[in-house]
């Protein structure tokens, strides 16, 4: 039977209607944007202690932070696996940005994988050659000689030379890059790294509300052969500028004599979180660049690990620095494994204790344990 004509406007408002609906509630076409709000857990401490009592309080509270990776392209794999396992344990319910640095332009394949698995927005730049050469004050044919040396002698990364740029580049200049310079906080993850635990609380927020400037969660003494000029530089430094030198710093983590000779133990520092404010600042600007008119990361090959260790430890007081006993780390081919059992329950670690680098000979963390005066795991020396 044909539909009068008066009911036709009806009728259209029914299927105007009906696929608006399947448009709008249906399948695959709906987005529903990721929150960055989603439940937290409470950070370990607070849970033992019980104070947080709902998981997910605060969760809205994001600091102004990002992952910093840098990176080559060939890196693309194994740089995957420290994103996921990063996203796992704690991003998924931050969606933090994630800046990747690069002395040549990025390739599509890695743009595109790496951003499909981050949950924030990532960023990807390159490195100005003026951050990534050398400098003019360095002798180059003086350079050369000593990687021939460095090599000679079997001297980790000692032949390298982008080895050298790269180590240059991290101890004074990612943080001036114009995709960092929104930023007050950085997490560094390196290719190859894994998580064992969740992360309960988040680091950067840690760092913010306790006026926290760098972190670490291994220590290592660095091969002295690498830095045999890098402590008289800085003593000179620290000489031509007392006002930069608070009191109650970590000098005695870094020396047994006040100062006089360095016990080569630094923060392994392809994990870092830290406030890039103070990487920017006066004090270690002008750290940096004493330490680089000498032409030091060339001739010799100071790691940025040791750079960046030296300068936390004298320009900070202690407690601006912190050691993230929680967050269960590894990067070959060390480990550190929280000793405390429930604390590997709660935080569903699947790391071995008995992996535990801390409190091995060739770790400093038993030095940090004494410097702050706190009692080591039941059945450690
Ligand atoms: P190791 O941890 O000291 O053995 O050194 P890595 O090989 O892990 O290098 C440290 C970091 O710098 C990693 O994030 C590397 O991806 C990165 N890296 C090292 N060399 C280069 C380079 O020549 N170019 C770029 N773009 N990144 C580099
Ligand atoms: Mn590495």
């Given at each position: 039977m044909p539909v009068p004509v008066r009911y036709t406007r009806y009728l259209l408002f029914a299927i105007v209607g009906f696929f608006l609906f399947f448009f709008l509630f249906s399948g695959t076409s709906i987005s529903i944007p990721t929150?960055?709000?989603?439940?937290?857990?409470?950070?370990?401490?607070?849970?033992?202690?019980?104070?947080?009592q709902t998981p997910g309080a605060n969760s809205t509270f994001r600091v102004n932070a990002t992952f910093v990776t840098l990176a080559r392209n060939s890196d693309i794999w194994d740089i995957s696996k420290s994103i996921r396992t990063i996203e796992d344990?704690?991003?998924?319910?931050?969606?933090?940005?994630?800046?990747?640095?690069?002395d040549q332009d990025f390739d599509d394949d890695f743009k595109k994988l790496t951003t499909s698995l981050v949950s924030g927005t990532t960023y990807y730049g390159r490195i100005p050659k003026e951050h990534w050469s050398y400098p003019d004050w360095v002798d180059q044919e003086k350079a050369r000689k000593a990687r021939e040396e460095m090599g000679r002698k079997n001297i980790?990364?000692?032949?390298?030379?982008?080895?050298?740029h790269m180590c240059r580049f991290e101890s004074g200049f990612f943080f001036h890059h114009p995709l960092m310079l929104n930023y007050e906080y950085y997490w560094r993850v390196e290719p190859n790294i894994e998580l064992f635990c969740d992360v309960?609380?988040?680091?950067?927020?840690?760092?913010?509300?306790?006026?926290?400037?760098?972190s670490f969660v291994i220590s290592l003494y660095e091969y002295h052969e690498t830095i045999p000029s890098l402590w008289s530089t800085v003593k000179e430094f620290i000489k031509g500028h007392p006002e930069h030198i608070p009191k109650g710093n970590a000098m005695d983590f870094i020396s047994e004599d006040s100062g006089k000779t360095y016990n080569n133990c630094h923060f392994w520092s392809n994990f870092e979180v830290g406030s890039l404010d103070w990487l920017r600042s006066q004090?270690?600007?002008?750290?940096?660049?004493a330490l680089d008119q000498t032409g030091g990361f060339f001739y010799e090959r100071w790691g940025d690990a040791p750079v960046h260790s030296i300068a936390a430890s004298i320009l900070l007081k202690k407690e601006q620095i912190h050691f993230f006993n929680d967050i269960a780390y590894y990067h070959p081919p060390f480990t550190h494994c929280p000793s405390d059992e429930q604390a590997r329950l709660d935080l569903r670690c699947h790391c071995n204790p008995n992996d535990n680098f801390d409190f091995r000979g060739y770790s400093c963390t038993s030095r940090w344990y004494k410097l702050n005066g706190w009692k080591k795991p039941p059945g450690v020396k």
């Open positions: 929150s960055p709000s989603k439940p937290i857990s409470p950070s370990y401490e607070e849970f033992r202690a019980h104070k947080v344990r704690f991003n998924h319910n931050y969606n933090y940005d994630w800046v990747f640095l690069n980790i990364y000692g032949e390298s030379e982008s080895y050298r309960g609380t988040d680091p950067f927020r840690l760092l913010k509300e306790n006026n926290k400037m760098y004090e270690y600007t002008d750290y940096f660049s």
